[in-house]
């Protein structure tokens, strides 16, 4: 007998949703017959993938928002709420460097640095405080899914701001699955290795590449489907008992004490 993963009747909303994993995560849960509201800082990106959802034959709107304001996110929630008719499904997908590439600790600018910890923790922490008011609100029950990193697993030379605000949000995480347990209402938080978004792939030469494969134990990079499938599976009746919980997925890349090497 095959079990499957039906979200028919629930409304999810997808930060970061206009490309890569946000859209691959967005997909999943269409497929699954949730409607989605897809969240991007690009108001093109956000409304291509929301095409691409109404493909899959459920109802979807696009709304851009800047994440990293406490203000339009709030605003973002109250209308996909009063878009879709409520929130039952949260994905906060924002993050990345903010443009900023690696660099040693030393090197970084207060301006870099805030921009990553905002684009990351700040953005995700609105989020979820906007997502968490409306399902209290709406009666309690519901899923928030956030996303984190496996750098948060290891140090990250070149990368100290980002690994640090991603385990940030490791920790808001399990906080909150403890502070929202009484309104029913889970939170958990998944964390990719090297995923061959475009903009990822179009970043890493194939040398790059080659040695990140070395030091992966199944030898493999992901795609932005193979995190939405855990996302998915997170949201769903099947994962019910569980919140609080980090899911790491990166093809066993945290069991490898070999990496490349960054040039600081």
């Not at 999943?28 to 959802?53: K, N, S």
């Not at 990553?116 to 405080?129: D, F, I, R």
């Not at 701001?161 to 995480?173: F, V």
Request: hydrophobic share 45%; charged share 15%; glycine share 12%.
């Amino acid at each position: 007998m095959a079990i499957g993963i039906d979200l028919s009747g629930q409304t999810a909303l997808v930060t970061g949703g206009g490309a890569g994993i946000g859209r691959g995560i967005c997909l999943r849960l269409a497929r699954a017959g949730a409607d989605v509201a897809v969240a991007d800082l690009r108001e093109e990106a956000a409304e291509e993938t929301a095409e691409l959802v109404k493909g899959e034959g459920v109802r979807s709107l696009a709304v851009r928002v800047d994440a990293t304001d406490a203000g339009a996110v709030a605003g973002m929630v109250e209308v996909v709420v009063a878009g879709l008719g409520g929130l039952d499904i949260a994905v906060n997908n924002v993050g990345m460097t903010a443009g900023h590439g690696t660099a040693a600790f030393v090197d970084w600018t207060p301006e870099a640095v805030r921009d990553v910890v905002g684009v990351n923790l700040l953005a995700t922490a609105y989020s979820c405080q906007a997502e968490a008011r409306a399902m209290i609100a709406a009666g309690g029950g519901g899923c928030i899914v956030n996303v984190s990193s496996g750098e948060t697993t290891r140090p990250a030379p070149g990368l100290a701001p980002y690994g640090a605000a991603k385990a940030g949000i490791n920790h808001l995480t399990q906080t909150l699955a403890v502070e929202l347990a009484p309104h029913r209402i889970r939170v958990n938080a998944v964390a990719p290795g090297t995923t061959l978004t475009a903009q990822v792939a179009a970043t890493l030469s194939e040398e790059f590449q080659a040695g990140l494969l070395k030091a992966i134990p199944l030898g493999a990079l992901s795609e932005p489907d193979d995190m939405a499938k855990v996302v998915l599976f997170l949201c769903s009746d099947l994962a019910g008992h569980t919140t609080g919980q980090f899911v790491l997925s990166d093809n066993g890349a945290f069991l490898s004490r070999s990496r490349p090497t960054y040039e600081l």
